[in-house]
T-cell receptor, first 116, second 113 residues
Framework: GENVEQHPSTLSVQEGDSAVIKCTYS??????FPWYKQELGKRPQLIID?????GEKKDQRIAVTLNKTAKHFSLHITETQPEDSAVYFC???????????????FGKGTLLTVNP | DVKVTQSSRYLVKRTGEKVFLECVQD?????MFWYRQDPGLGLRLIYF???????EKGDIPEGYSVSREKKERFSLILESASTNQTSMYLC????????????FGEGSRLTVL
C-alpha cells in the first residue's frame, strides 16, 4: 500500500517568515494530494489539494507544489501569522476507481508554531 | 454547511467494556469514515463505508467493528475495550470517495482504564 512520509515533525518560525512542509509518497499511481490543517482542539479541515495533472496550486498565502518524478509534494505558507499555528497533515491517494491505493493515506503531521 | 456530529466528546471506560461511538452527518454523503488519531502517528483509517450496510476495513481494523444502518449514521464499536484503544477517534464524511473533501467531526476522546 501507499506510504507517506512527512517532514519535519515540528517547525517553529517567526511571524512573517515562510514555512515549508514536505511529503514523499511511495505509490507512483497516487494522483490526489490534499493538505489538512488541525488547530489545537479542533477538527482537521482541508486547506488545499492538488491533482497530478498540475505542478503547483496557490490560494492566497498557501501553495502546494508537486514533483511526480521524485514523488514528493510540499506545502508553502508565506507571510506566516500566529493563526497559522496548527498541525498540518499531508495525504495521498490514487483517485482512479479500481486502483489498489484507493484509500487516503495520511502523513504523521507537522506541528507548526508561528512566534509573534 | 456540512455538519458531522459525534455523540460523545469524552468517554472513560473500563477494560472489557463494550463501547459505542456514534457519528451523524447531515449532508446526505454516501461515504463515512472512522479514523484514530494518536500523537506522532497521524490519522489512521479504521473502517469506512460507501453505502448503507456496506463497510470496508481500513488500515487498523483489529478490535473494532462498525455499523451503518442509515445513511446519515455510522457507528464504531469496540466489543471489548482495551487500554491500547485509548485514543482520539475522528469520524468523517465525504461526497466523493476519491477526490472529495473529508468533513470531520469534533472527535471523541476515549480513555480505557
Amino acid at each position: 500500500g501507499e506510504n507517506v512520509e512527512q517532514h519535519p515533525s515540528t517547525l517553529s518560525v517567526q511571524e512573517g517568515d515562510s514555512a515549508v512542509i514536505k511529503c514523499t509518497y511511495s505509490d507512483s499511481a497516487s494522483n490526489y494530494f490534499p493538505w489538512y490543517k488541525q488547530e489545537l482542539g479542533k477538527r482537521p479541515q482541508l486547506i488545499i489539494d492538488i491533482r497530478s495533472n498540475v505542478g503547483e496550486k496557490k490560494d492566497q498565502r498557501i501553495a502546494v507544489t508537486l514533483n511526480k518524478t521524485a514523488k514528493h509534494f510540499s506545502l508553502h505558507i508565506t507571510e506566516t501569522q500566529p493563526e497559522d499555528s496548527a498541525v498540518y497533515f499531508c495525504a495521498a491517494r490514487n483517485s482512479n476507481s479500481g486502483g489498489s491505493n484507493y484509500k487516503l493515506t495520511f502523513g504523521k503531521g507537522t506541528l507548526l508554531t508561528v512566534n509573534p | 454547511d456540512v455538519k458531522v456530529t459525534q455523540s460523545s466528546r469524552y468517554l472513560v471506560k473500563r477494560t472489557g467494556e463494550k463501547v459505542f461511538l456514534e457519528c451523524v452527518q447531515d449532508m446526505d454523503h454516501e461515504n463515512m469514515f472512522w479514523y484514530r488519531q494518536d500523537p506522532g502517528l497521524g490519522l489512521r483509517l479504521i473502517y469506512f463505508s460507501y453505502d448503507v450496510k456496506m463497510k470496508e476495513k481500513g488500515d487498523i481494523p483489529e478490535g473494532y467493528s462498525v455499523s451503518r444502518e442509515k445513511k446519515e449514521r455510522f457507528s464504531l464499536i469496540l466489543e471489548s475495550a482495551s487500554t491500547n484503544q485509548t485514543s482520539m477517534y475522528l469520524c468523517a464524511s465525504s461526497l466523493d470517495f476519491y477526490t472529495g473533501e473529508l468533513f470531520f467531526g469534533e472527535g471523541s476522546r476515549l480513555t480505557v482504564l
